[in-house]
């Protein structure tokens, strides 16, 4: 730290912490790829790079969502500092919600509402960051966490899902690498970036695991009521009893108003566990810290997740479920992609690059680079979700404009084959 300029020294510098850990996110990756653009291009960018379907008419959100937060707005009655963990009707409303499906109600006094998901991810990690203390991420992964925990300078030990069992956590691997250390376990659960939903077996062996190892089980249900496979959405909570669970969640995905910025923390721990330990309180000094959802966003919670309509829910997985359907139908025509795992959930499908059948490409990155300057065409490199040489495909867009894009996509891949197709 410190820069020498005209005989002074200033004490002040470039931190390499933030640099390394800004380095790990998504959107490091995406400023990355827009720079490789060709601006002389007149063709319309194409982004398949992250899920963020709400600028897209299929996908906006339902009116009632919209009134629910011009009311609150117009009351007046939300103008105000809000309390630590959130307003009471709004936690409430969240309990409310989490607890469908579940068999036992969810207390409101165990919800923490966040400034969206990134933002208890922010406040969990910090919470964690004890001195020594590592955490287990899976790979591939939503990379905010990786940027999170190595900002907060939280050990981060990574174990794989397997594409070869339809994206399971390789339990054997979590085993070996846990220690007296290891503070928890994420499981992202219906996955990003894989499309998968873990089925109620395979969640029981991670809990029963994470038992055995003394470890907490984050579980990120962001994506919970976007599925459309066969494969039932079973939630982490179901296994409180066998392990303290810390469920993440938001509205942004179900909703489409990931600028909404309204998340949540619950603190599933029927034994006492995280409070006997002092985590739940460490949790709301952190909170006490930190920022607030927007008041008036919490006062809509309650109509929000109350009065949006069912049809809404259901055209949006409509949409969704074909664009995966189209999306898997037309990799297979790619010849250097392959899908291992067609996609039932979420808004993403990870795809293998085959290196070994391009000329000129040397890894996923460049794949990547080049496809943006070339076809306008904006994919994410599998490294940036932490698996190198596969890449990450949205299929959250306007049906034609995916078709556009894997198009695009095709055309590439034929260029760059050793063996080009004849004319």
Not at 358 to 374: N, S, V, Y
Request: aromatic share 8%; net charge negative.
């Amino acid at each position: 730290m410190g820069e020498t300029r005209g005989g002074k020294r200033w004490n002040f510098g470039a931190n390499e912490v933030v640099e390394l850990s800004c380095s790990q996110n998504v959107r490091y990756f995406l400023n990355l790829l827009a720079d490789n653009l060709d601006r002389s291009d007149s063709r319309p960018i194409i982004p398949l790079g992250h899920g963020d379907p709400s600028p897209f008419p299929s996908y906006r959100t339902d009116p009632s969502a919209v009134e629910a937060v011009c009311d609150a707005l117009r009351s007046a009655q939300f103008n105000h500092y809000s309390t630590t963990s959130g307003l009471p009707i709004a936690r409430k409303a969240v309990a409310e919600y989490l607890s469908r499906g579940l068999t036992y109600q969810i207390c409101p006094n165990d919800v923490h509402l966040t400034a969206g998901c990134h933002h208890a991810i922010d406040v969990l990690m910090s919470t964690l960051a004890v001195p020594g203390a590592n955490i287990l991420l899976p790979r591939p992964s939503y990379p905010m966490y990786d940027s999170r925990a190595a900002f907060s300078q939280l050990e981060i030990r990574r174990y794989d899902l397997l594409p070869e069992n339809g994206w399971e956590v390789d339990l054997d691997a979590v085993e070996a690498l846990a220690d007296d250390k290891t503070a928890a376990i994420l499981v992202i659960n219906p996955c990003n970036p894989c499309g998968n939903v873990f089925s109620r077996q395979h969640l029981q062996k991670i809990a029963e695991t994470a038992s055995k190892l003394g470890v907490l089980v984050i579980a990120d249900e962001v994506y919970k009521d976007i599925t459309f496979g066969e494969t039932p959405f079973v939630s982490m909570a179901e296994f409180a009893e066998i392990v303290p669970v810390m469920l993440l969640g938001s509205i942004s995905k179900r909703w489409c108003v990931p600028g909404w910025r309204f998340g949540w923390m619950a603190t599933l721990d029927p034994h006492n566990i995280m409070k006997d330990s002092g985590l739940v309180h460490s949790l709301a000094n952190v909170l006490n810290m930190s920022t607030d959802p927007t008041t008036f966003i919490q006062g809509a919670i309650p109509d929000i997740l109350e009065k949006t309509k069912e049809e809404f829910f259901s055209s949006v997985l409509e949409t969704l479920r074909e664009c995966s359907e189209s999306c898997y139908e037309e990799i297979k025509k790619i010849p250097c992609i392959t899908c291992p795992y067609k996609p039932e959930a979420s808004m993403f499908t990870m795809v293998k690059l085959e290196l070994s059948v391009l000329e000129d490409i040397k890894d996923d990155l460049e794949f990547c680079c080049k496809l943006a300057k070339e076809e306008s065409l904006i994919i994410l490199p599998g490294r940036s979700v932490g698996l190198k040489n596969w890449l990450r495909i949205t299929f959250a867009v306007e049906p034609e404009l995916l078709k556009d894009g894997l198009s695009r996509l095709n055309k590439f891949a034929q260029r760059h084959s050793k063996k080009k197709q004849q004319p």
